[in-house]
């Protein structure tokens, strides 16, 4: 399956409801949207996956989200997308590549490290304080936040 990875450019809208699955309330989205860099991956124009890089500080640029379409999922899409993001922040001169996941994230867990990304601490209570509903995965109840980091260096 051919997939082409490109930016999003100005004025195009971002697929919400893409993003909503990675993220699940649009107010958290739109906090960083605005000043994000966002990735599509396509297939024969279709949207097929996402990607949201935002700048965290001057060394380091975070993935804020990253969402592959139910019937695209399982193909290496989302690796495509994050082996993008590790280019993006190795050519734009970062240290660290950053993403945070809920505790109860086991699939992305695994992805990550996969990826190449190292557990780098745990926030707690993050997703209680930042959320307005409780979130389940995996029969786990999603509390904590946590911290993966990648060295770009
Ligand atoms: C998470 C998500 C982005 C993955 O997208 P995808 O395109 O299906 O992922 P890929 O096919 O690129 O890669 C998945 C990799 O993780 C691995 N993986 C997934 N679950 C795993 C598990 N439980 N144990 C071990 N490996 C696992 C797969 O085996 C694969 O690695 P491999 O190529 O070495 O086999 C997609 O499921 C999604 O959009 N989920 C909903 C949104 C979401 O949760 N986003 C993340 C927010 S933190």
């Known amino acids: 399956m051919e997939i082409t990875i490109r930016k999003l450019i100005g004025g195009e809208a971002a697929p919400m409801h893409l993003?909503?699955?990675a993220?699940?309330?649009e107010?958290?989205?739109q906090k960083y949207l605005h000043k994000s860099i966002v990735f599509l991956a396509?297939?024969?124009e279709q949207t097929a996956g996402v990607l949201v890089l935002v700048k965290r500080s001057s060394t380091s640029l975070e993935v804020m989200n990253l969402a592959v379409d139910e019937a695209f999922r399982g193909k290496g899409i989302a690796k495509k997308l994050l082996a993008r993001a590790i280019i993006e922040g190795e050519t734009g001169g970062y240290d660290f590549l950053?993403?945070?996941t809920g505790n109860s994230s086991l699939d992305?867990?695994?992805l990550y490290q996969k990826?190449?990304?190292r557990m780098d601490g745990i926030i707690s209570n993050y997703f209680l304080d930042h959320y307005?509903?409780?979130?389940?995965?995996?029969g786990i109840p999603c509390l904590d936040m946590v911290r993966l980091k990648m060295s770009l260096t």
């Open 19 to 21: 993003l909503l699955e």
């Open 27 to 29: 107010k958290a989205i």
């Open 108 to 110: 992305q867990l695994a």
């Open 132 to 138: 307005d509903k409780p979130i389940y995965e995996n």
């Open 23 to 25: 993220d699940p309330e």
């Open 115 to 117: 990826c190449g990304f």
């Open 98 to 100: 950053e993403i945070g």
């Open 42 to 44: 396509e297939h024969q």
